[in-house]
């Protein structure tokens, strides 16, 4: 009786992989499509602000204008234009050549030699404002450090109560694609776990071959684990695929365990498999099965984990939502993985929430399955 089981399962095991293996968007969906996201994310998009163009209007040149001026010139964050006039500026302001204008008034060097407050006007496009906070923050930085480097030229002590010494922890270099590469792990074992599994018993309906398979001694069991193990083994594939991409491509630290790693993916990917298995079952249509799969795993993994934005700054009725979102848990746990190394106070109880919900999902699916069976 176990040697039939097996070669029953085998026989399940094959026949699906044979499908995986002539149906070409499954394997460009778990390597192709992970690669170009990978490649999007990691070259073409960046959170980061550098070469910000920016107008600087010097109304009476000077020195200290020029020394002004020259920090902006030196600065990495910075692409200076000047403008002969405020009204050129604010014109190119209002046709984008620039983010933002410095202006430099006519008794800047004056004041600034007497001892008197030496204020700078600072005109930021605020359409962008994610942008223009930066922005201001950067301009801030450089005139405080102008105005530190003035001081000391001309042996002028000032007292500062406070003085401020920064150190950044896990992410020093600032780099934005170190968080978001991680992130995206997330999002193409979404695709492959939730979106291709979602196909799978919708296409057996829609092509009526699942109640053959019905009529066969095979077990509900052993159907799902025909169906499940090889885009288990798919989703695995496209995540050491992306992984090796993080790490030698775009160099993304690992400071965490490996062994770990590979625990918490296969956890996420069970989740994953689950609820696309649940939305298989229920829909019977790939269609509807494909356009629910995005809609109730890709966006929420997208907008609502973590990846891109920060859960603490939502809204309180969205953070509360993103507590049955499966990604938020999985992206915590790889940033941490990958960033900070094996924080088990955040990778326990993450890993938990993705065992209940793999377990949840997973078991729903053999239920209702049995259920429409009989």
Known sequence: MPTLVSSRLIGLLRKESLQILRDPSSIAIAFVLPVLLLLLFGYGVSLDSKHVKVGIVVEQPGSEARSFVAAFQQSVYFEPH??????????????????????????????????????????????????????????????????????????????????????????????SRNYLVPGLLVV???????????LVFAREWERGTLEALMVTPVTIGEILIGKLLPYFVLGMGGMVLSVLMALFLFGVPMRGSLWVLGICSTLFLLTALG???LISIVTRNQFVAGMVAILATFLPAFLLSGFLFDIGSMPVVVQVVTHVV?????????????????????????????????????????????????
């Open 275 to 277: 609820m696309g298995l």
């Open 82 to 175: 000047l403008y002969p006039t405020l009204q050129a500026g604010r014109a190119a302001l209002r046709a984008s050549e620039v983010k933002g204008i410095l202006v430099l008034p006519a008794d800047f060097a004056q004041r600034l030699k007497g001892d008197r407050d030496a204020p700078i006007q600072v005109i930021v496009n605020g359409v962008d404002a994610n942008s223009a906070r930066l922005l201001e923050g950067y301009v801030q930085g450089v005139w405080t450090t102008w105005l530190q480097r003035e001081l000391q030229a001309r042996q002028i002590q000032v007292a500062q109560p406070v003085e401020p010494q920064t150190r950044i922890w896990f992410n020093p270099e600032l780099e």
């Open 326 to 374: 499966a990604a938020r848990y999985f992206v915590t746990i790889l940033q941490s993985l990958f960033l900070a190394g094996d924080v088990w106070s955040l990778i326990l109880p993450n890993a938990a929430a993705l065992v209940l919900m793999a377990g949840f999902f997973l078991g729903l699916s053999r239920r209702l399955l049995r259920k429409r069976l009989e």
């Open 188 to 198: 193409n074992m979404t695709l492959v776990g939730a979106l291709l599994t979602a």
